[in-house]
């Protein structure tokens, strides 16, 4: 009987070899469908068989966020998106996508399939922004929106913006992207003004955040690393409900007018659920 089996399974070349196109597809999705959406795609590349188990639609019904409805309706505002397969509808919510007036933009992380938001210094209330004397806004290409705005001297130091919208459920982290100094390009390279900087060093700038089911979180830092872009992390909410609109209040300020603060910049607000790494926004 050993012999009998051991015939079946080689010949005079030896033992059958069970090779990558010979997995059925219905296999292959089933363990793509543990992958994150980046690796799906490499997988893709492998043969025939994996591509065409990689569009199926119930792997990328469990990458795209709950409400992902909503977002084809509000923020791609075509839904005609809806015929499209789910791979589609995820690569589609997955590219930086104007919203308000291109004041935001709503977009999901491509390997987590996090929610993401940035919303432009446009989108915000600036306290003195329309007195050229404190505050301009200028070109900049480090910037999403192709615009910061920048003071370059004030007593009373007030940002502050509100967004509503309807998020998945989950933990979501907000930041204020600021940079000391004005960057310019100089004969190919990289400069920083940093002649306006000054007041930050005395007192810390006070970050809020309060969400419309009465989360509230407040956090202090003093600006620093001139030149650089840095992320200032305000705070977190949760979101637990589905298919809820969740409304959020937030600003930063300095607004003790015992001395003057100037040389920022202000590029945006980034909202990100917790999933998504710091290093891809």
Known sequence: MGANISGYLSDSDGPLQLRLGDIPESCVALVLMYLDPLDICRMARLNRAFRSASL???????????????????????????????????????????????????????????????????????????????????????????????????????????????????????????????????????????????GWDIKPVRFQLSTSDGQHVVSHFYLDNPGNWVLYHAGNFVVEKHNVLTKINFSLSQIDCTHTKGGLCLDSVLICNSDVSKESL
């Open 56 to 198: 199926a639609d119930f792997i990328w019904e469990l990458k795209l966020p709950s409400n992902y409805r909503f977002l084809v309706e509000k923020v791609l505002t075509d839904t005609s998106v809806m015929d499209l397969g789910k791979r589609d509808i995820f690569a589609r919510l997955c590219k930086p996508n104007p919203y308000d007036n291109g004041e935001k933009e709503i977009w999901l992380d491509k390997r987590t399939g996090g929610l993401c938001v940035s919303i432009s210094s446009k989108g915000l209330r600036i306290t003195g922004i329309d007195d050229r004397r404190y505050w301009n806004h200028i070109p900049t290409q480090e910037s999403r929106f192709q615009t910061v705005a920048y003071l370059q001297q004030i007593w009373w130091f007030e940002v502050d913006g509100e967004f509503e919208f309807q998020f998945p459920p989950g933990t979501y982290r907000m930041f204020f992207r600021l940079q000391l100094g004005k960057t310019s390009k100089r004969l190919g390279r990289r400069v920083c003004n940093s002649e306006h900087i000054h």
